[in-house]
């Protein structure tokens, strides 16, 4: 019996897993946004996620958004975002560690909330 609940624990996992991989499974998080001029409800810009550093205790996800990739506002907007796939990269070089990872994200900014899909 015991075995019988692993092997559907373990099932489950590696399902999860999978959409997740795929951009199948939404996070919805609280991340800065740093944006260039207005973003109307219904436009879509291609952003760059920073990653935060991590540790054993704490992985590393997103926490930053940067829409446009060049956007230079210096004053955040702490904002909502459903993400559609992995805000949490662990395989990163080092090196992207040491510049904070690089995530392409498609952006949407809609009435209640911002939504990006990854794009890699």
Not at 17 to 24: I, R
Not at 70 to 95: C, M, Q, T, Y
Not at 112 to 118: E, G, L, P, V
């Amino acid at each position: 019996m015991v075995c019988l609940v692993a092997m559907v624990l373990l099932l489950c996992y590696i399902g999860y897993t999978s959409l997740d991989d795929q951009g199948l499974m939404t996070h919805d998080k609280n991340v800065d946004v740093y944006m260039k001029g207005d973003w109307l409800v219904g436009e879509n810009r291609t952003c760059a996620g920073i990653q935060t550093f991590g540790d054993a205790q704490h992985p590393k996800e997103m926490a930053e958004l940067f829409c446009p990739v060049d956007a230079e506002d210096k004053n955040p907007h702490n904002l909502k975002v459903r993400f559609w796939g992995k805000i949490s990269r662990p395989d990163a070089s080092a090196s992207d560690e040491v510049n904070g990872l690089k995530g392409a994200w498609r952006c949407t900014r809609e009435s209640d909330i911002f939504t990006c899909r990854a794009i890699n």
